[in-house]
Structures are given as C-alpha cells and as structure tokens.
C-alpha cells in the first residue's frame, strides 16, 4: 500500500488551487498588485494597506490557527467521509447493490474521488473574486442533503447520483476553499499548516468505517448514515464558525485557468505524475476490505482495514 503521507491531501494542496493568486504565492512571490483589479471601494488604508496585507503574512496567533481547525473540521468531513469508501464498497457489494458488479458499484467512490479534486479549477477563480461564503455555505449545505439522502437511497442510480455525484461536488468545493485559506493567513509555515489541516483526513477516515461497522448491525443502514450526517452537521458548522478569508478579493487577469503556470516544467511533471498517481492510489482504499476477505480474513476484522489505512496517514500529515 502507498504511504501513508502520500495520499493526504497536503501533498497536492498547490495543484489543486492552480487557478488561485493563492498558488501563486506559494512559489514564494510577492502577490503583484499590477496584476490584480482591486475593489473599486477600498476601506482603511487604500491600496497601500491592502498591499501591506498581501506581503504581511500573520503565520501564526490565534485568528491564523482558528482557521487551521476549522479546515480540519472540513477535511473531517470530506476527505475524511469520502476515504471511507471503502467500507460502503464492501457493504453494497453484499447487500443492498449485490446484483451488480464490484466494478459498478466502485462507480460510486471513482466519482467521488474525481469530483473532490475537479471542481477546484472552477472554485479557486470563484474563492479569487470574492465568492467564498456563498460557495462554501452552498456546499456545506448540499453535503448534508446529501448524506441525509442517502440513507433513503434503495438503488443502483440513487447511490450514484446522492453519495457519488452531490458528495463530490459538495466535498470539492469544500476543500478547495479551505485550502485556499491556509495561504491568506501563512506563508513561512504554510506546508506546517496544510499538514495540520490534513490531520482532519486521517481523522474522518478512521472514525467514519468504525461507526459504520459498530452501527449497521445494531440500527441499520438508514439510521447509520442518518448518524453520520449528524456528525457532519457539528464538523461542518464549525468549519463555518471558525473559517474567515483575511484578503480582499482580486480578479487575476487571464480567465478562468491560469495556463502560464505550466510554462513551468516541473509543477507540470508534478501535476502529471499526481495525476497518474492519484488513479491508483484509491483503488487500494476501494478494494482493500474486500480483497481482505477473498483472501480469508474475517469479515469482522476487513472491516477495519480502511480505518487502519487512513488511521495509518495521520503520522504522515503531522510529519
């Protein structure tokens, strides 16, 4: 199995905003002001307070940590629910979806994992020119819808559409905001604080298979996952509470995909070799129950392997 650092979300945290001023800034360059249209209204200090911000970068206190929990508790709740694929994989396979094939119903966390990274190239611009509260409540909201549905899913269709389609869209936006917060509030420690966020991962990935396997047997499928978007409702409202942009918003020029960054040859080998990475890595965390148990390991204990595998990841988003 791939490292446990290697499928957090840190290590592709650059890629995934490549349509932010944000990753701009992570290459260790002074935000130009000449490149950006500033608010036609500027409270307090005018552009020179506003460029002083974009070179004055807090890395730490308590506002700047604040929102490091905050993407942790959205990490928890995307990443995190998502990584739990696993579980969900094995369950349909012998109840619910049993009359279709392993590979169709792995459709199901094949969309989810797409669409957690995809609509990063739409959110990032969105989050640059201002739109960060209206895409991040939205998400938040479609998220619980979601899960909420899902316990009333009773088809192939349903699942794909509730828990693929709405859970991946949902997640991405999430992420993708959550993301681009960490570079307005660190610069120095930037990689420290997407590290931390990512702990969120880890965190979800590992409680999320454990609940489900403690609570199917004892009240069902519906009230599971009922009980799991409860969960979601708390981790999503804290994120809500405590995430707050500190930098005004600014229309980079150049439309909606930022194609001069690959004009740098290695953050393109770096996007490529992610890409390519990223298609294999979640088919362990898909199979990885399943294959358990064709291999003879009790069902009870291949249960576990997700939330042991994600378990695994939380020293890497750490270190």
Known sequence: MASSDDHSPSKTANAFNNTSHEF???AVEKPSLEKAELPAHIPGDGKEGIKNRL???PDGGWRAWLNVFGAVCT????FG???SWGVFQAYYQETILKDYSPSAVAWIG?????????PGLVVGRLFDIGYFRAVFLTCNALLLLATFLTAQCTRYWHFLLCQGIVVGVASGGLYGCSNAIMAHWFRRLRGRAVGYMSIGT???????PIVAKKLIPQVGFPWTVRIIGFMLILTTGL????????????NIKGGLFNWAVFRDAHYTVYTLSTFMFFMGLYTVLTYVSVSAVQLGVAPDLAFYFVAISNGGSLFGEIY
Do not use: H, M
Not at 75 to 78: D, G, L, N, Q, Y
Not at 110 to 118: E, G, K, N, P
Not at 239 to 250: D, E, F, G
């Open 55 to 57: 070179e004055d970068f």
């Open 75 to 78: 990490c928890f709740s995307t």
């Open 202 to 208: 880890a965190l979800g990935g590992t409680v999320f």
């Open 81 to 83: 629910f998502i990584n």
């Open 239 to 250: 994120s809500i509470l405590t995430l707050k942009r500190r930098l005004p918003p600014v």
């Open 24 to 26: 701009q800034d992570a």
């Open 110 to 118: 094949s969309i989810q994992y797409a669409l957690i990274f995809l």
